[in-house]
C-alpha cells in the first residue's frame, strides 16, 4: 500500500476549504485545511505536505506571501504549490510565478478539474 499524499488546502473560506477536502479525500489525499497564509506555515512544519493549494486573499497573509515564505524553506524548495484565484487576478497570478507557484485554478471550478489539476503534480 502506497502512503497516502498528504496535501495541505488554505483558505479563509469554510465553504471552500470543504469543498477541496470533499474532492480530494474522495480521490484518495489525505488533507490538512488551513484558514490563512499563517495557520499554513505553522501547520506545513508540523507534517510534510507533498502538495499545497492556496486561497490568494486572505487575512494575516495572503496566498503570495505564504509562497514565499514556503519557497524560502528547503523542504518546500520544489513542493507543488497551486493558487486559487478568480479570472480577474491576472496581475496576481504573475505575482504569484514569481513568488514561486508551480499554477492555478480558476474559481468557481469542479471537483473534477481540481483533481486534474492535482494529479498533473502528484502522481
Known amino acids: 500500500m502506497a502512503m497516502s499524499k498528504?496535501?495541505?488546502i488554505v483558505d479563509d473560506s469554510a465553504s471552500m476549504r470543504q469543498l477541496v477536502t470533499f474532492a480530494l479525500e474522495d480521490a484518495g489525499y489525505d488533507v490538512v485545511q488551513a484558514v490563512d497564509g499563517e495557520d499554513?506555515?505553522?501547520k506545513a512544519g508540523q507534517s510534510r505536505a507533498e502538495m499545497v493549494i492556496t486561497d490568494l486573499n486572505m487575512p494575516k497573509l495572503d496566498g503570495?506571501?505564504?509562497i514565499r515564505q514556503l519557497r524560502e524553506r528547503s523542504e518546500y524548495k520544489f513542493t507543488p504549490i497551486v493558487m486559487l484565484t478568480t479570472?480577474?487576478?491576472d496581475t496576481k497570478k504573475k505575482e504569484g510565478?514569481?513568488?514561486g507557484a508551480s499554477g492555478w485554478i480558476v474559481k468557481p471550478f469542479t471537483p473534477d478539474q481540481l483533481i486534474g489539476v492535482v494529479r498533473k503534480f502528484i502522481k
Request: glycine residues 6%; proline residues 0%; aromatic residues 0%.
Open 64 to 66: 503570495i506571501g505564504l
Open 97 to 99: 510565478k514569481q513568488a
Open 87 to 89: 479570472e480577474s487576478q
Open 40 to 42: 499554513a506555515l505553522s
Open 6 to 8: 498528504n496535501i495541505l
